[in-house]
């Protein structure tokens, strides 16, 4: 039998020859792909191949499978959980260079587009014509990311996550065959649903290299206004009060005192620090303000200081920007720190208990947080800040990150909201599905990736 000696510089040999000095091993350019936006060790690749088309990355995961190589798919790398750390090393597959956007079909309001592209692009693309594309993570992250990760935003209440917008996909898999799943209808009932299966993978599945998604239509008015409260109860409660009445709000965010004062600091904010909701509506002009009256009455009832509205398009962008800007913020609130974050989302009925128990927790910890939510979903963030470099305080971080998470597990929540498993949360994925899902999951995986060659050492715990 003949044993390969060392598979890696047999790969990298043979992807130069198709790639050129497109395939890497700088050190730099290394240490660039070894962790994304998180606190974990980052391990370097021992390549980073930045592709250029759906034909390169067909015949380079054909090599890696035939040679039992790692392949860690890289979009941007905001990714929160340790999902782009090589673990095992091996090639970070960089998808940043596919930034096509290929077609757009405005009468039926979908597009099709590479995985490299982001949403800001897309957007000003799109904004001549009338449409948007809604799913707005706070990061400058790719859309192929977005796909893997099943992420979502601020919109996410009313236009749905990635799930909702992803209408198909074009997908690499293991062994290099390409696959086109979905489709531009609206609905099917064609057989197994593909699409879903790929989306939130988070690249352990296949590598997507082509991304149709469904548009929206520019609203003719949108209104934006935020509201104060003495409580992080009252506040929470006036979310799910809106919810309950079933209005149809755009935007519903919250940002505990904490993460006020380090908004107010980082982005210039007009307004004090004390929990507040910053809230978006969008439809007719009527019908914005019908929305936006049935909030403020029902916030007032809860003691909120009324409503400071944002009408016109700057003062809107520069609301949303900082909201976009909070983890930034929450970093910067104490010189020397950064921030893990949970992602716990529970059903709206439970949501007040859950925020306020995270924030009992934090305060019997001694621990700083800052708390911001896309609270319409349920979906809550305890940014945990700790001393950098300091193993100890990362641990003591974790601690807490555990206890909240098993409060959301207890509520009938998810660990993960939108950031997705990667590293960090594979601990919870038995208790919170049951060793049968995962069993299933991991079957899933042996039969498209049998060699477990894509995004190893994720996703399952002990893995
Ligand atoms: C400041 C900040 C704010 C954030 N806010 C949000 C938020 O509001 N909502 C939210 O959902 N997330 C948020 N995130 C997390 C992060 O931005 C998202 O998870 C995003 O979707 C990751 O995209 P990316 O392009 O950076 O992917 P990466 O970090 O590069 O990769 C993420 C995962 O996707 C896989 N992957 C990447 N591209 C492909 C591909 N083409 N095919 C197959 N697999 C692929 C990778 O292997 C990895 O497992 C935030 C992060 C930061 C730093």
């Given amino acids: 039998m003949n044993i390969e000696i060392n598979p890696v510089e047999t790969v990298i040999a043979a992807a130069r020859e198709f790639l050129g000095d497109r395939l890497s091993t700088n050190t730099s350019i290394r240490e660039q792909h070894a962790k994304g936006e998180d606190a974990n060790q980052p391990v370097l690749p021992d390549a980073v191949a930045f592709v250029e088309n759906t034909g390169e990355v067909s015949r380079l995961l054909a090599l890696c499978n035939a040679h039992g190589v790692a392949v860690t798919p890289f979009g941007a790398g905001t990714s929160l959980e340790g999902h782009v750390v090589p673990v095992r090393k091996g090639i970070s597959l960089d998808l940043s260079r596919m930034t096509a956007i290929l077609e757009v079909n405005a009468e039926d309001m979908d597009c099709l587009v590479e995985p490299g592209v982001s949403r800001h692009q897309l957007n000003d693309y799109l904004r001549d014509q009338g449409l948007f594309f809604p799913v707005d993570p706070g990061s400058h992250c790719s859309l192929g990311g977005m796909v893997a990760t099943r992420a979502s935003g601020t919109n996410a209440v009313r236009y749905g996550t990635m799930r909702e917008a992803t209408l198909g996909l074009e997908v690499v898999l293991a062994d290099g065959r390409v696959i086109q799943t979905g489709g531009r209808t609206r609905k099917a009932a064609n057989g197994y649903d593909l699409t879903r299966l790929f989306i939130g993978s988070e690249g352990t599945l296949g590598v997507v290299t082509k991304i149709r998604l469904r548009l929206q239509g520019i609203p003719e008015a949108t209104t934006a206004a935020v509201c104060q409260f003495e409580s992080l109860q009252a506040a929470v409660e006036t979310v799910i009060m809106t919810m309950q009445a079933g209005i149809p709000v755009a935007r519903i965010e919250l940002a505990d005192a904490d993460q006020m004062r380090a908004s107010i600091a980082y982005s210039k904010l007009p307004y004090e620090p004390l ?138 929540g998810t660990c993960s909201g939108e950031h997705g498993v990667g590293l960090g949360k594979r601990e919870f994925l038995a208790v919170e599905h049951g060793e049968d899902v995962l069993d299933v999951m991991r079957s899933l995986k042996a039969t498209l990736d049998p060699k477990g060659i894509l995004n190893p050492g994720k996703m399952f715990p002990g893995n």
């Fill in 275 to 412: 929990p507040t909701l910053f809230l978006e509506f969008h439809g007719s002009p009527a019908g914005v303000r019908e929305q936006a009256e049935a909030v403020e009455a029902i916030a007032i009832d809860m003691g909120g200081k009324g409503f400071a509205w944002a009408e016109d398009t700057e003062t809107r962008n520069k609301l949303w920007k900082a909201r976009h800007d909070a983890w930034w913020a929450a970093n910067a609130l104490y010189p020397g720190c950064r921030g893990i974050t949970t992602d716990v989302c529970v059903p709206i009925s439970k949501l007040a208990e859950a925020i306020v128990s995270a924030k009992e927790e934090a305060v019997a910890a001694g621990q700083n947080t800052c708390i911001v939510g896309h609270v319409g979903d349920g979906n809550y963030h305890v940014v945990i800040l700790f001393p950098e470099g300091d193993p100890q305080g990362l641990e003591k971080a974790w601690e807490l990150d555990r206890k909240i998470v098993a409060k959301g597990l207890s509520l009938g």
